[in-house]
């Protein structure tokens, strides 16, 4: 079992900047790939980065590439998301999500096996 508890979300004007962290619990943390989806309302789940643990390969969605940057510290057993130049589309609550696969592509959901409960990002124009 893995846990894991997001944190960061808020309410930021486009163009600022937010972190969001992901504290893992449970099973060897630095052994899977995270992920970070985000859900806006009305809209279904969307991959937006990940990072693989081995050499930390990171992934990103090209909305937000250049803009966003995922990270881990294995010795904290948390990952981050530096969210920048946040635009209004980017509102949406986001999920930090643990993942096995060790290669090919990490975007797709029904790879992801463990799920935080969500945080919300609100961006106002």
């Known amino acids: 079992q893995v846990q894991l508890v997001e944190s960061g979300g808020g309410l930021v004007q486009a163009g600022g900047s937010l972190r969001l962290s992901c504290a893992a619990s449970?099973?060897?943390?630095?052994?899977?790939?995270m992920g970070w989806f985000r859900q806006a309302p009305g809209k279904e789940r969307e991959f937006v980065a990940a990072?693989?643990?081995?050499?930390?390969?990171?992934y990103y969605a090209n909305s937000v590439k250049g803009r966003f940057t995922i990270s881990r510290n294995n010795a904290k057993n948390t990952v981050y998301l530096g969210m920048n130049s946040l635009k209004p589309e980017d509102t949406a609550v986001y999920y930090c999500?643990?993942?096995?696969?060790?290669?090919?592509?990490?975007?797709?959901?029904?790879?992801?096996?463990?799920w935080g409960q969500g945080t919300q990002v609100t961006v106002s124009s």
């Open positions: 449970g099973r060897t943390f630095s052994r899977y790939a």
């Open positions: 990072i693989t643990w081995s050499y930390g390969n990171t």
């Open positions: 999500a643990s993942t096995p696969r060790d290669s090919g592509w990490y975007g797709i959901e029904n790879d992801y096996n463990y």
